[in-house]
């Protein structure tokens, strides 16, 4: 990647460890549209990017379940998909999408193979 545009990793594991909410939201940024928005007790990540002139949030799961180290992974392989004109949030549908639809072929196999044995054993 290159090092044109506002600084990435401005966040510390500590800093958003120790976020705390209050009566309103807080949103700290680490760069390149990875956010992090603190709610109350409820932390998560929001990454903000561009696709086709439209500006779009992707939600990447809460803190702690996602870590800082996982959210940057994440920013970084939705940059590289940008680089590519692939809108990540498109991507990330599909690929759910794929999991769903293997997800039916593998539950319609074992049904099919258990129908397939209690025939064999009557």
Request: glycine share 8%; with cysteine.
């Amino acid at each position: 990647m290159d090092n044109h545009g506002p600084p990435l990793n401005k966040l510390s594991a500590n800093e958003v460890k120790n976020a705390k909410g209050s009566g309103k939201i807080r949103k700290l940024a680490d760069g390149g549209g990875l956010t992090l928005i603190v709610k109350g007790e409820s932390k998560y990540w929001w990454l903000r990017h561009r696709f086709a002139g439209n500006e779009k949030t992707l939600s990447l799961g809460s803190y702690p379940q996602v870590t800082l180290a996982d959210a940057r992974r994440a920013r970084d392989e939705a940059r590289a998909l940008l680089q590519q004109n692939t809108d990540p949030s498109a991507h990330r549908q599909r690929e759910s999408t794929q999991r769903v639809s293997d997800g039916e072929n593998t539950f319609r196999t074992l049904c099919e193979d258990w129908y397939k044995h209690q025939h064999q054993c009557s």
